[in-house]
C-alpha cells in the first residue's frame, strides 16, 4: 500500500472531473434548450457517462479510515452532509416562488419529499455521503481473509448490476452504480506503485482517448439501462481514466496548479456552481441575447469557473461559517 506517497496526478484528475462538471451544466437546457443539437446532445452524454465516476474513483483512491467510526462519521457529517442539507435547502427556497430565473417551480410539499427521499438536487453529495458511511464495513471484508475478499469483491460486482433493477428511494441505485467507481479507486489506491507508474506514459494518451470514443460509442448504440450497458460503461470509464491520468502526468506549472486548485476546492466549486450558471446564462443568453451555441456553453463554463474557484478560495476561507456550511476543513 502506498500510504506515503501523494499522486498529484489524482489530484489534477479531481480538478479535471469538476471541470468536466461546469462544462456539462453549460449546456444549457433552459433559458435556451441545446440539448436538443445534436452535437451539444452527444458532449452532454459523454460528459455525463465519465465525469461522476471519475470523482468517486478519485474519491475512493484518498479514502482513509483510521481510528473510531464515530469520529470517522462525524468528519463525514461536517464534510459532505451539511453542505448538502445546505445548498439543498437554498435550492428550495428559489423554486418555490415563480421567477423568470429559475426553470422548474415547486411546491413546498414537493419540494420536501424530493429532498428527503430522493436527495433533492445535490444528488451527488447523498450518494458519496452514503458510501463514505458504509465503506469501511465493506473494508473489513476487502482486507480480510481470501474467502472473505473475493465474498466483498462479489458483493459490489452485484449491487452494480443490480443498479437498473434498485429503487431510487434514498437513491439507493446511484449508490450502487458509484460504489463500484468508490471500490476500483480503493483497490488501485493498493497497487497504485505498480500500476500508475505505468500509467504516467504520455504513449497512453492517443489509446487512452481512442478506446474511449469507441467504447463511448458503442455505449450509446446499446441500452444504457442494461448490464450489457453498464459493462460498456465501466470500460468507457476505465479509457477515460487512463487518458486523463496520463494527460495530466503531462501537466506542468500553471496548468498543474490550477488544476490542482480546481480539485482541492471541487466540493465548494460543485455547490457554487448553480448560482453561477444562474448569473451568467441570464447575462450572456436572456441579456446580451447570445444565440451562437458554442459561445454560449464555452461562455458559461470560462465564466462560472473564474467565479466558483475564486469565491472559494478567497471569501469561504474568510468567515468561519462560511467553512462550516460549505465543507471546508478548518486546514483546509
Avoid at 14 to 43: D, K, Q, T
Avoid at 203 to 231: E, H, I, K, S, Y
Avoid at 292 to 298: A, N, Q, R, S
Wanted: net charge positive; hydrophobic share 55%.
Amino acid at each position: 500500500m502506498t500510504e506515503q506517497r501523494r499522486w498529484k496526478e489524482m489530484d489534477s484528475l479531481r480538478g479535471m472531473a469538476i471541470l468536466m462538471v461546469l462544462l456539462y451544466h453549460s449546456i444549457l437546457v433552459f433559458p435556451v434548450n441545446l440539448h436538443e443539437i445534436r452535437w451539444c446532445s452527444i458532449l452532454h452524454t459523454f460528459l455525463w457517462t465519465v465525469q461522476m465516476p471519475l470523482f468517486f474513483l478519485v474519491s475512493g483512491f484518498c479514502y482513509s479510515y483510521h481510528g473510531s467510526y464515530g469520529v470517522y462519521a462525524l468528519k463525514k457529517c461536517r464534510r459532505i452532509l451539511v453542505p448538502h442539507l445546505v445548498f439543498s435547502m437554498l435550492d428550495i427556497l428559489p423554486r418555490l416562488i415563480p421567477n423568470p430565473l429559475v426553470h422548474e417551480q415547486m411546491d413546498l410539499q414537493e419540494a420536501l419529499w424530493d429532498f428527503v427521499l430522493y436527495g433533492g438536487s445535490d444528488w451527488f453529495l447523498w450518494t458519496l455521503f452514503v458510501i463514505a458511511m458504509v465503506f469501511p464495513a465493506l473494508e473489513k471484508l476487502l482486507t480480510g481473509r481470501t474467502g472473505l475478499r473475493k465474498a466483498g469483491i462479489l458483493l459490489v460486482v452485484i449491487l452494480f448490476l443490480l443498479k437498473p433493477y434498485m429503487t431510487d428511494l434514498f437513491l439507493l441505485n446511484m449508490v450502487c452504480q458509484y460504489l463500484w467507481y468508490f471500490f476500483l479507486g480503493y483497490g488501485l489506491r493498493r497497487k497504485a506503485d505498480r500500476v500508475l507508474p505505468k500509467l504516467e506514459n504520455p504513449l497512453c494518451l492517443l489509446p487512452g482517448l481512442l478506446l474511449t470514443l469507441a467504447f463511448f460509442a458503442l455505449f450509446g448504440m446499446c441500452d444504457a439501462t442494461g448490464n450489457t450497458g453498464r459493462l460498456l460503461e465501466v470500460v468507457c470509464v476505465l479509457c477515460s481514466f487512463l487518458f486523463f491520468f496520463a494527460l495530466a502526468g503531462l501537466c506542468r506549472g500553471r496548468a498543474e496548479r490550477f488544476l490542482v486548485s480546481c480539485g482541492t476546492w471541487s466540493l465548494q466549486m460543485y455547490l457554487l456552481d448553480a448560482y453561477a450558471l444562474v448569473l451568467t446564462r441570464t447575462l450572456f443568453v436572456s441579456v446580451l441575447g447570445l444565440g451562437v451555441p458554442v459561445l454560449i456553453i464555452l461562455g458559461n463554463f470560462l465564466a462560472d469557473t473564474w467565479i466558483v474557484l475564486l469565491v472559494s478560495k478567497y471569501i469561504l476561507t474568510k468567515a468561519k461559517v462560511f467553512r462550516i456550511l460549505c465543507g471546508i476543513p478548518e486546514k483546509g
